[in-house]
């Protein structure tokens, strides 16, 4: 999520999408409706890097022209959503996490966890009241 744009949730920001996924990943995303609020989807094999190489992360921070201090990644994947925000310094949500939390809070560095939508949202009023989304 960053800020800025046209398409907004929880008040200034904006979604972007950062798929490791093929183009029938599209279909399914755009058969649900969510396409609408979604401004930009990141798809690895169009990009020629995947996630969790920085690389993958300076490439959508270009495109979307956004600092990395005003996005934040949310995923629930430790190998590619959680390494990948600490490889490309981006603050990060580990959602619906499992196993060892502590341990792999501690192992990727991750800054903010939600075992659900409402703790999710409450980890982004923190994190927009932080100074995250400057």
Known sequence: MCQKGKRQYSECQNL????????KCQWRIASTGL???????????????????????DICMER?????????MIGDSLTSDMLGAKNASIDSVWFMPSGDIEKSV???????????????FSVLEKWSAMGGNE
């Open 106 to 120: 501690t192992d990727y560095d991750i800054d903010y966890v939600a075992a659900s939508f409402d703790e999710l």
């Open 16 to 23: 972007y999408r950062f798929q490791r996924c093929n183009h």
């Open 35 to 57: 396409d609408k609020y979604i401004d930009y989807l990141f798809i690895s094999e169009d990009m020629g890097v995947t996630k969790p190489d920085a690389a993958f992360f």
């Open 64 to 72: 979307i022209a956004e600092p990395r201090s005003s996005c934040i």
